[in-house]
């Protein structure tokens, strides 16, 4: 199952000269793939989470997200697609410092008609499963750096996303806190989750099965 087909991508930005941030990019991530993306600053990364996330519009070709062909799709349909399909982690954690870590995990689903036991149920399991079930009555003042982000990873995960969106997971992060996120990000896989992972950390970057560089809105895969 691929989870992830763009199809001669490119973003160009309205500027003199035009800035042409993603050029023909073609790009295929399966199901249960582990992908990171590395590149200089201005190189590109931050359009392509975008356009990946369906929080921008390639001006042209083709993005189809797990069967779904995307750049037709108005805001709504994008909207949906992107709740549905799509968990994202970011460098910052934005967790609600006064509420619970099972109800910072319970508030991703705040939109949705479901009641709020079984919220509640849900969000422990995904606790469950980045191994913070012991941690749900805290705050997140009382976690260290990497428990917030498997929080926030647990909270990513609830909606059960066919893709998993991380942009510096671990920029916040000492390097033991780092690799408790990268053995999540193992144990992820394993489960079947589809992960792509920007970052401009080598041993980040090092520990994903692919590797894509991207310079000046040029993909190339890296061969290893
Ligand atoms: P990275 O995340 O790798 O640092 P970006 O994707 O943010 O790179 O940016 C790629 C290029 O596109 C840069 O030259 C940047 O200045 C330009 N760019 C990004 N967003 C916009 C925008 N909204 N308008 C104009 N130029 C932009
Ligand atoms: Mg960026």
Known sequence: MTVIHLDGVGRTFPADPPVHALRDVHLRVEQGDYLSIVGASGSGKSTLLN??????????????????????????????????????VFQAFHLLPHRSTVDNVALAEVYRRTDRKQRVRRAEA???????????????????????????????????????LCDEPTGNLD???????????????????????????????????????IDDGRLTEERR
């Open 175 to 213: 390097r033991a806190n780092t690799t408790a996120v990268l053995d999540l990000f193992d144990e992820l896989r394993e489960q079947g989750v589809t992960l792509v992972v920007i970052t401009h950390d080598e041993e980040v970057s090092a520990r994903a099965a692919r590797r894509v560089r």
């Open 51 to 88: 356009t990946l996330g369906l929080l921008d519009r390639p001006n042209t070709g083709r993005y189809v997200l797990d069967g779904v062909e995307t750049t037709s799709l108005n805001d709504r349909g994008r909207t949906a697609l992107r709740g549905s399909r799509i968990g994202f």
């Open 126 to 164: 995904a606790l469950e499963r980045v191994g913070l079930a012991h941690r749900s009555a805290f705050r997140p003042d009382k976690l260290s750096g990497g428990e917030r982000q498997r929080v926030a990873i647990a909270r990513a995960l609830l909606g059960d996303p066919a893709l998993l």
